[in-house]
């Protein structure tokens, strides 16, 4: 990393920790009195300012991760989580706030590849802007990130791995959001499930629609990459079996996404 380029991170963490810690105080001066007209202007000079910074970070591209939480936070989810215009000031305040610590820890990191764009020039793809825990977004990133790596260092097992990590993720949040009584009436079992297998979580997903027949794709090896983790195998996972879990990961992720 460059003197300059470092320059410029601490620039930006210096502004967003003012930003964070103004922020902190209209949302105290918004749960005193939430009608308050002179805390809703602080608020909207506030919110203003962010926007500024958060622009300057996303390198001016809308599609950025960062740019999209930002609009996101004055959103509001309907049941169906659909978008709806509404979310009350206090609560864009603190989401809000989440956006500008999601950017400081990406900041923070020492590697360059996690530098955000205003200090790489290259924008941050989003990818995971579908899955409904948004603090399990930034994390399925960087992850996919270091998937696409592994695979291109060739080391399949890794890549292999991942991409059935990142998928077991996705298909959880979705079924999590669909909600157990829902999932009953596509056969799912009874108990928790983070208690499901792997396959069962993907068979449920299948037949609830939330997923076509995708899966049907996966390799033995990636059906059985968590039994293979608890039990010590280290079975040679060949490229084939890797690339076609990272296939199978993104049709579901379209799946998931349609619109993407």
């Not at 949302?27 to 926007?51: F, H, K, M, Y």
């Not at 989810?77 to 610590?101: F, H």
């Not at 060739?154 to 979705?174: F, H, N, P, Q, W």
């Not at 037949?207 to 079975?235: F, V």
Request: with cysteine; net charge neutral.
């Amino acid at each position: 990393m460059t003197e300059s380029l470092q320059a410029q991170i601490e620039t930006y963490l210096s502004r967003l920790d003012g930003l964070i810690r103004r922020g902190r105080e209209v949302r105290d001066l918004l749960a005193v009195d939430p009608a308050n007209g002179s805390a809703i202007a602080t608020t909207r000079a506030w919110q203003e300012e962010c926007g500024v910074t958060i622009h300057q970070l996303s390198g001016g591209s809308k599609a950025h991760w960062l740019a999209r939480s930002f609009s996101d936070a004055f959103l509001m989810r309907s049941a169906n989580g659909q978008a709806v215009e509404g979310a009350r000031p206090g609560e864009i305040v603190e989401r809000l706030l989440g956006v500008l610590e999601q950017a400081v820890a990406s900041l923070s990191r020492k590697d360059d590849g996690s530098i955000l764009s205003a200090s790489t020039g290259t924008p941050a793809p989003r990818r995971f802007e579908f899955v409904h825990n948004s603090e399990l977004r930034p994390v399925l990133e960087q992850v996919y990130a270091d998937c696409r790596k592994a695979l291109g260092q060739g080391d399949y097992d890794a890549a292999m791995r991942t991409s059935c990590g990142i998928l077991e993720a996705i298909v959880t949040d979705a079924l999590e959001h669909k909600g157990l009584s829902a999932l009953a009436a596509a056969g799912a079992p009874e108990g928790k499930i983070a208690d499901w297998s792997f396959e069962t979580r993907l068979g449920v997903a299948e037949r609830a629609a939330l997923i076509r027949s995708g899966c049907a794709r996966l390799p033995d090896a990636a059906r059985k990459y968590r039994d293979s983790q608890m039990n010590g195998n280290d079975a040679t996972v060949s490229e084939r079996d890797a690339r076609v879990a990272g296939q199978v990961l993104n049709v579901v992720m379209r799946d998931l996404n349609p619109g993407r």
